[in-house]
């Protein structure tokens, strides 16, 4: 007689409805994950395994997609951003390129998670970068889910796709 450990049967019924639960919320928002726009296409994505691991004293890691031209941004100063914020396994959370505006915050001036402080900081203008963004530096209270949308748990990490647009006040005069 076979006997199902209760481990095991654990894991069949998470296993099982994980995948109905999948494919019912993709359906559910009306287009499927990878229809959503982003900032690193699949082309993108097979460029970025080749490309050196940065990582800062703070635990803050990134990979440079696109190295910019332009100036990096003083602490204090505005920047404009698109970026595509998603939980390790990809599903996204949040993003400016659905809500069709770029972002505009003070860079350094805590009004936005730490990691993404820190990563635009050392960004040059017309630059794209994907932040891997550690627990402590993202959301210590966490961040409750939209409809749709991944529920990011206190302290995880996420993964951030960022360009730095222009920085308001530090555009070039020539014409």
Wanted: with cysteine; glycine share 12%.
């Amino acid at each position: 007689m076979n006997i199902i450990k209760r481990r095991d049967l654990i894991g069949l019924v998470l296993g099982v409805s994980s995948l109905f639960l999948d494919s019912f919320d993709a359906k559910g928002a009306g287009l499927p994950p990878e229809e959503k726009p982003r900032l690193c296409d699949d082309a993108c994505e097979k460029e970025l395994e080749n490309v050196p691991m940065v990582t800062t004293e703070s635990g803050l890691q990134y990979k440079d997609i696109k190295v910019g031209q332009g100036p990096s941004p003083p602490v204090g100063f505005q920047v404009a951003a698109n970026y595509v914020a998603m939980i390790p396994s990809g599903q996204i959370f949040d993003s400016s390129l659905e809500k069709g505006q770029l972002y505009i915050f003070r860079v350094g001036s805590g009004q936005v998670v730490k990691g993404l402080d820190e990563g635009i900081l050392t960004m040059k203008v017309g630059g794209k970068r994907r932040l891997y963004i550690p627990g402590p530096l993202a959301f210590p209270k966490g961040l409750v889910s939209a409809p749709g949308r991944p529920r990011v748990a206190a302290n995880s990490p996420v993964i951030f796709d960022v360009s730095l647009e222009y920085i308001p006040g530090l555009e070039s005069d020539e014409e």
